[in-house]
């Protein structure tokens, strides 16, 4: 059964970096877009960043809390996304999920498990 493994999280301090990885676990199948999202505690799950998954051409989209900080890239043979990210801030604590869409309208996607980033002094 396909799954979406993801890694990364921690506890970093403020202005800090991490990287988060997402990976597809069980048989090899071709995603149309990739991303993070993020939910924390008692608000809801929004986007961070997508990319798609084409062979020659990725299309990127951040949010704008999020944009000159963070950076989403793929490795597309591996099915494998990561996400940098930099200067972190306290209100980018939260569980980061990894979303991964089989077709452009997103009805058809994987959930990852969730990585739990942490950004406290």
């Known amino acids: 059964q396909e799954q979406l493994v993801e890694s990364g999280g921690g506890l970093v301090q403020p202005g800090g970096s991490l990287r988060l990885s997402c990976a597809l676990s069980?048989?090899?199948?071709?995603?149309?877009?990739m991303g993070w999202y993020r939910e924390a505690p008692g608000q809801q799950r929004e986007l961070v960043a997508t990319i798609t998954m084409f062979a020659s051409e990725s299309s990127t989209n951040y949010a704008d809390s999020v944009k000159g900080r963070f950076t989403i890239s793929r490795d597309n043979a591996d099915q494998r996304v990561y996400l940098q990210m930099n200067s972190l801030k306290p209100e980018d604590t939260a569980v980061y999920y990894c979303k991964a869409d089989f077709t452009q309208t997103g009805t058809t996607f994987y959930w990852g498990q969730g990585t739990q980033v942490t950004v406290s002094s």
């Open positions: 069980g048989n090899a199948v071709k995603f149309y877009r």
